[in-house]
Structure formats: C-alpha cells, structure tokens
C-alpha cells in the first residue's frame, strides 16, 4: 500500500448517501468503481470529540486498480492511498 502524507481532495459520485462511491475524478481522470468494500468508520479519540469522522472505502476501478478513499462530512471525499 502506498499512504499519501496528505490526502488529496477528490470529487466523488455515491448513489446514497452513507454508500461507497459510483465514480471519482482524480488528478483529472474519472475512474469508474466496479467494487468497493467499507465503510469503516474512524472518529477522532475520545477525549477530542471535536474532530470529524471519516468514513474510509477500499474501491477498486473498472481497470482494476485499487484505491482507498474516505468521506469526511456529509460530501468532501479524499484520497487517502493506493493499494498495489
């Protein structure tokens, strides 16, 4: 797997609203999902209620490449990582 140090901002599509995404366009490219798995749900500690949580995907695209994605809020989606 390969981690980003920062997430990049992604525009992403889902059919519902706590479903995994139907297509993204990162980096200028729209990749189609084909499967995904998710979500799973990492709030922040305990202790720092304030910080958001993240709804992460494991998707993977009609070429076959793999992707790990997250929700934060209701419609900001990033990419986190990519799976080799």
Same mark, same amino acid.
């Given at each position: 797997?390969?981690?980003? %140090? *920062? &997430? $990049?901002?992604? @525009?992403?599509? /889902?059919?519902?609203?706590?479903?995994?995404?139907?297509?993204? +366009?990162?980096?200028?490219?729209?990749?189609?999902? %084909? *499967? &995904? $798995?998710?979500? @799973?749900?990492? /709030?922040?500690?305990?202790?720092?209620?304030?910080?958001?949580? +993240?709804?992460?995907?494991?998707?993977?695209?009609? %070429?076959? &490449?793999?992707?790990?994605?997250?929700?934060?809020?209701?419609?900001?989606?990033?990419?986190?990582?990519?799976?080799?």
């Amino acid at each position: 797997m390969r981690l980003f %140090a *920062r &997430a $990049e901002r992604v @525009e992403a599509t /889902a059919l519902l609203p706590d479903h995994p995404p139907a297509l993204f +366009r990162w980096r200028a490219r729209l990749h189609r999902v %084909a *499967r &995904a $798995e998710g979500p @799973e749900r990492i /709030a922040a500690e305990w202790w720092r209620a304030d910080g958001p949580a +993240r709804d992460y995907f494991r998707v993977e695209d009609e %070429a076959g &490449a793999r992707f790990w994605l997250y929700r934060e809020g209701p419609v900001a989606w990033f990419l986190h990582g990519l799976f080799g």
